[in-house]
């Protein structure tokens, strides 16, 4: 089956630093890969779309400069969360979407800036 | 976009089966039904999908209504592994929001 790596599972960052978050498809070139953004007790929310070779589409209210999304290959998108602060701290996930198949997800990132 | 309503919650026994609602009363011709679990601090998983006629696979039953208006995911003995939040789905396009889901507890 499809198998989307997620790295690292855990990060702890100091305010103010930079972390940056892979997602990686192992056995299927991604088209289209999304990141989702999830506080606790909460649902999973959309952050951004990203489509091989071209700038993320982001959602209303997630900052473009922020949340840096590169899409480089077909199996391979960075999550870079700039400047990071105590309220970014939340569990990151990222989705891919490969021809002919469904959306399989990562297993998440647990982000906690201190 | 169409939107999905669940029960915030439901209550299991042990090998019972578990019948999980979903009301979709806006949804379109081309809109897929998809179910998705999550699992305590982990990626979702995908559980079963749909489009007119009820599915069923290794995992789950997909029972949908002749209006497309709701859905029921079935799981037919419910598992202490089972114990998840269950998200029901509507797909048009490369488009995947996520709802509120239900969280399923599933007592031994």
């Known amino acids: 089956g499809a198998v989307v790596s997620q790295h690292p599972s855990r990060v702890i960052c100091k305010s103010g630093t930079s972390v940056k978050i892979e997602c990686r498809s192992l056995?299927?070139?991604?088209?289209?890969m999304f990141w989702y953004r999830q506080f606790p007790k909460q649902s999973l929310m959309l952050m951004a779309t990203s489509n091989e070779g071209s700038k993320a589409t982001y959602e209303q209210g997630v900052e473009k400069d922020k949340f840096l999304i590169n899409h480089a290959s077909l199996t391979l998108s960075t999550l870079t969360v700039t400047s990071a602060h105590p309220e970014d701290s939340s569990f990151y996930i990222c989705s891919a979407l490969g021809q002919g198949r469904g959306y399989t997800f990562g297993s998440g990132t647990r982000l906690t800036v201190v | 976009d169409a939107k999905t309503t669940q029960p915030n919650s439901m209550e299991s026994n042990e090998e019972e089966p578990v019948h999980l609602p979903c009301n979709h009363s806006?949804?379109?011709?081309?809109?897929?039904i998809h179910w998705y679990r999550q699992l305590p601090s982990q990626g979702p998983e995908y559980v079963i999908h749909?489009?007119?006629s009820n599915v069923n696979n290794r995992m789950a039953s997909l029972a949908i209504a002749e209006d497309r208006k709701s859905s029921t995911l079935i799981l037919h003995r419910a598992t202490l592994r089972d114990a998840a939040v269950y998200y029901c789905?509507?797909?048009?396009?490369?488009?995947?929001?996520f709802g509120a889901g239900t969280r399923l507890t599933v007592k031994p």
């Open positions: 749909g489009l007119t």
């Open positions: 806006t949804i379109s011709g081309t809109d897929y």
């Open positions: 789905i509507l797909r048009a396009n490369n488009d995947m929001r």
């Open positions: 056995d299927f070139q991604a088209t289209t």
